[in-house]
């Protein structure tokens, strides 16, 4: 089983109904799943470390799902062996006003990760052609000028402006990689469910969630035309069958890890001077009187 047939090649007309979002692969159980993760994760926390210092290539994980997807538990297990100083995550809400007097990508710019960091986005600039075109009333309310607004093109013209986007960052050492956490609509309604009646998760439950969960179909067709015009070689794609949380969260290190081991990080190596100034170091703490 390879985690790389996840992935969607650059140009390809997508549907979702060929993606099973229950797919399990070839564990047995999820227990078989568990210890698999277990060891993406010991995988991906020993290529931060390099990363973090060789300083070099920063990496941007963008994560979009519907609600309940399962976006948060998956962030918290794939990262849960990596050094939080080398890591960071940004969930990107509704925009503020101070956002909405900016273009789109302002908000998701500042946030991204410096050289030597994982950087992830909880939701990112994508939710431009998700949430935005589903909503219609969410672009006519934004402080765009009136022929954008009316234009035929805009997702068009927006998914070549985040083309160029990562393409950019690409060209300039942020190896980035996408992730389309894909739930049934069967699963979010067990998963609602559950968060209503269980109190420590009520929390987790707004009525909003219900209206987009109406919305499905017209997410659906967003989810499709997104991901079939902006997956590249250098910002790719990846759609996760998302019914068992134990099958994604493995699927998700794999691929970041393997990501990581193809770029062949090494560590820094000292140059023949800053060799000689560690031996003077080493010397000197060797030779210290008390
Ligand atoms: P949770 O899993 O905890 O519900 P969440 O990511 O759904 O996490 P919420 O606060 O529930 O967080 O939702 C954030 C909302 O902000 C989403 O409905 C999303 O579509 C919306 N949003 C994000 N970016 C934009 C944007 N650029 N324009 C309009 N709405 C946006
Ligand atoms: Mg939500």
């Known amino acids: 089983m390879k985690t790389s047939d996840f992935l969607i090649k650059p140009n390809t007309k997508i549907s979702l109904k060929d993606h099973p979002t229950d797919f399990t692969g070839s564990f047995k159980d999820k227990a078989e799943g568990a210890a698999a993760l277990k060891e993406g994760v010991e995988r991906l926390s020993k290529y931060q470390d390099i990363l973090y210092a060789q300083n070099t290539y920063s990496l941007l994980l963008v994560f979009q799902a519907m609600d309940a997807a399962g976006k948060d538990s998956t962030i918290k297990h794939v ?99 996408k992730f389309f956490l894909n739930v049934s609509k069967e699963e979010q309604k067990r998963r609602f469910l559950k968060r209503i009646n269980r109190p420590d998760k009520n929390w987790k439950f707004s009525a909003a969630d219900l209206k987009e969960r109406q919305l499905w179909p017209k997410y659906m067709a967003a989810y499709e035309d997104m991901i079939s015009n902006t997956s590249s070689k250098q910002a790719p794609w990846h759609i996760i069958p998302a019914d068992n949380k134990w099958f994604m969260r493995w699927a998700v290190a794999d691929i970041i890890a393997n990501k990581l081991k193809s770029l062949k990080l090494a560590y820094p190596t000292l140059s023949p001077e800053q060799q000689a100034r560690l031996s003077e170091a080493k010397e000197q703490l060797e030779n210290e009187k008390d």
């Open 79 to 177: 990262m849960s062996g990596v050094n939080p100083q080398g890591c960071q995550v940004f969930s990107f809400k509704s925009p503020s006003s101070e956002e909405r007097d900016h273009t789109y990508l302002w908000r998701n710019m500042k946030a991204l990760p410096e050289r030597g960091r994982i950087g992830i986005f909880n939701r990112s600039y994508y939710e431009e052609v998700l949430v935005v075109r589903v909503h219609p009333e969410f672009l006519q309310g934004q402080q765009l000028p009136e022929k954008l607004k009316k234009s035929k093109k805009i997702w068009q013209q927006r998914f070549e402006e985040i083309n160029n986007f990562e393409s950019y960052l690409s060209n300039n050492g942020t190896v980035i990689l």
